[in-house]
């Protein structure tokens, strides 16, 4: 079965999905075992791989170890071309749609686009939009682009509707990692009640309460990175599953 196939599965029984994003550079090789066991046993429907930057070594080993020990799928959330490997079950096809920067909306999808092809990798293209977060994210300057402001819900519902319309299979509501505040729920609720598509939300979730908010307002997947990263907090995961799920 396609990996959105799945996902539509997983929205459909357990009223929401919950992504945790692996950072590579964010671990030593040694622990990813230890790290893929804890995501798997801890009600984690999908694992995302990615950011937009590398700052160490040893990135394809760490991904070759994660598919290894991973009994869930594994999808890229790419940062740039080079972060494409076989390993992947599918990747995130990100069209930065709120960028007016060309290079984000589809200069890197035409390289990539052959590459995945070759490959036989499945791409679930996702109209990507940056919101406003209250300071300076690594996706705003490396992408070169301002994001939605947090109080112009009615931007992002103009873009996420032309997203709809231009064929776009998900929405993916982006404060940045470790952003200061994530989406607010009232742009979440106002952009679900005019499309139809998956919205995924993520971004400076640092409580399972405030994921649960999310996928009251509307949320249809919730993405955790930062937050699971900082020493002590890997029991919380399970807790955000349990919020996120019903
Ligand atoms: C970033 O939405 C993800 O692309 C996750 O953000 O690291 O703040 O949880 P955090």
Redesign the pocket.
Known sequence: MKIFQKLLNIKEEKGAGYFV?IDPDSFPTEDVGKKVNKICNSGVDMILVGGSLLMTNGYNEKIELIKKYSSIPMIL?PGSTSQIRNEFDAVLFLSLISSRNPEMIIGKQVISAPILKAMNMEAISIAYMLIESGKVTT?EFMSNSKPIPSNKSDIAVAHAIAAEMLGFKMIYL?A????DNPVPNEMISMVKKQVNIPIIV????TKPEIAKQKVIAGADFI?????LEKEGNSHLMSKFADSIHK
């Open positions: 994003l959330f996706a982006e940045g990692s470790g952003a993520g971004g400076g979730i993405v955790t990175g930062n937050i």
